[in-house]
Nanobody, 125 residues
Framework: QVQLVESGGGLVQAGGSLTLSCQASGPTFSSYAVSWFRQAPGKEREVVAVINWSGDNTYYTDSVKGRFTISRDNPKQTVFLQMNSLKPEDSAVYYC??????????????????WGQGTQVTVPS
């Protein structure tokens, strides 16, 4: 399994931008899809974006389409989430995660086994 560590969160004004990073370790990272999830207080954890193992297939939840971009650099074992035009409703703890199986591309949270510790993103209203 891969190990994941997020960074890059912070406080940003509405309309601003942030880039989150997910640093992975483990010899098989390039075989795994990686996803970004988020969880706001009192709400369930939800998928934000998914990128497949090679980086040529992505998924975005409707609320972030056109504003967020997920990408990966396999040699550096890093996945990024570029967030533009941030809104107060984007405030949450953001987690990166990898599925239980290599090559699996899924939005089902139950299929994810490796999680980072999370990074807080706050967009004041």
């Amino acid at each position: 399994q891969v190990q994941l560590v997020e960074s890059g969160g912070g406080l940003v004004q509405a309309g601003g931008s942030l880039t989150l990073s997910c640093q992975a370790s483990g010899p098989t990272f390039s075989s795994y899809a990686v996803s970004w999830f988020r969880q706001a207080p009192g709400k369930e954890r939800e998928v934000v974006a998914v990128i497949n193992w090679s980086g040529d297939n992505t998924y975005y939840t409707d609320s972030v389409k056109g504003r967020f971009t997920i990408s990966r650099d396999n040699p550096k074992q890093t996945v990024f989430l570029q967030m533009n035009s941030l809104k107060p409703e984007d405030s949450a703890v953001y987690y990166c995660a990898a599925p239980k199986e290599p090559l699996l591309f899924t939005v089902l949270i139950s299929r994810y086994a490796s999680w980072g510790q999370g990074t807080q993103v706050t967009v004041p209203s």
